[in-house]
């Protein structure tokens, strides 16, 4: 072969290595003009899939359990917040969030744009919430809580005569899952959920409200130091819970010891855990969520704090956002 035809072909076999090596970077990087849709971004980082590699933002409720909220920002590579439901609420209505998505209790969003709405200040909820975990509403007692039967109703709790000793513990209106037990205990004194804020001036609400004031200060806010609250003596004789969380205190050997039951609650309340968008960015950055939280590793986290149902909305409330957000306004903090 002539030198000059050897160095030729020599030079167009370097080129065409070059380009090689620019096409396989620009394919790895991501950026060689495909189609980036929502949802298909780079969700080890957390990205929201819009393609900018930015971490999602997530604001977890404390409700969902600490672990939980810490495993799914760990497999998504999201930066997290965890937050009872009233803080969020408040940093809303203050212009001071700034989430992408909210892992929270079905029903607690609705109470958020309510709020925001009373303000008149734009809503901040987008899309449809996407369940991920649930667990019925029930009672972990104490064998003197006095309602008799494998199940307790709204109408025996909130019954004077059958007042226990040390009180029921029902969670904080700031908190998620107090704000849907006021909706609860609304439900099954009233008989069922087709109400409206009128039910805040019957009988039936000042029977709610009694058995809310008699909720044992020394019990805490949230359902965890409730339930935790049944392992002391004379603090509370029962907590309104979730049933998974019940179980697992009542399994305890201090829970046997102590004689702890769990009792669903009537009418039957289950109660969702969602992730909803809380930002432009949030449809993107649900869809990068709802990936992880299915896996494994969030779904075992979420078992262990008590979400032991299978993914799906809350059910047994009344669908009237305004009537809960009165509930938690009126029924106290």
Not at 103 to 119: C, I, N, Q, R, S
Not at 220 to 244: D, R
Not at 308 to 333: C, S
Request: hydrophobic fraction near 45%; aromatic fraction near 2%.
């Amino acid at each position: 072969m002539p030198p000059r035809l050897a160095r030729l072909l020599a030079a167009l076999a370097a080129i065409a290595l070059v380009a090689g090596a620019f096409v396989v970077r620009g394919a790895l990087a991501g950026d060689d003009g495909g189609d980036d849709r929502a949802g298909t971004g780079d969700r080890r980082h957390g990205a929201p899939g819009d393609g900018d590699g930015a971490p999602v933002r997530l604001v977890c409720d404390e409700d969902v359990g600490e672990e939980a909220c810490a495993a799914l920002a760990d497999a998504a590579g999201a930066e997290v917040e965890v937050l009872p439901a009233g803080e969020v609420i408040e940093r809303a209505v203050a212009a001071d969030a700034d989430w992408d998505a909210w892992l929270t209790l079905d029903g607690v969003p609705g109470v958020l744009d309510v709020a925001l709405d009373e303000e008149d200040l734009p809503l901040l909820v987008q899309g449809d919430p996407v369940p991920v975990a649930s667990s019925p509403l029930a009672l972990l007692a104490l064998p003197d809580q006095p309602c008799e039967g494998d199940t307790v109703a709204w109408t025996c709790l909130a019954d004077p005569a059958q007042a226990t000793r040390n009180g029921v513990a029902v969670p904080s209106a700031d908190t998620a899952l107090g704000i849907l037990a006021r909706a609860a205990g609304a439900t099954g004194l009233a008989g069922g959920p087709d109400l409206d804020r009128s039910f805040l001036d019957t009988s039936e609400a000042d029977l709610l409200r009694d058995l809310l004031g008699d909720s044992p200060r020394e019990a805490g806010t949230t359902t965890a130091a409730q339930t935790a609250s049944l392992f002391s003596p004379g603090v509370s004789s029962a907590a309104v819970t979730i049933e998974g969380l019940a179980r697992v205190q009542a399994r305890k050997i201090r829970g046997q010891e102590r004689g702890l039951r769990v009792l669903p609650v009537e009418p039957t309340v289950a109660v969702g855990v969602v992730l909803v968008g809380l930002s432009e960015r949030g449809d993107g950055a649900v869809a990068a969520l709802q990936e992880v939280a299915s896996g494994q590793t969030v779904q075992e986290a979420l078992d262990e704090a008590g979400w032991t149902g299978e993914a799906g909305p809350t059910t047994g409330l009344p669908d009237n956002p305004g009537l809960i957000y009165a509930l938690r306004e009126e029924l106290g903090r």
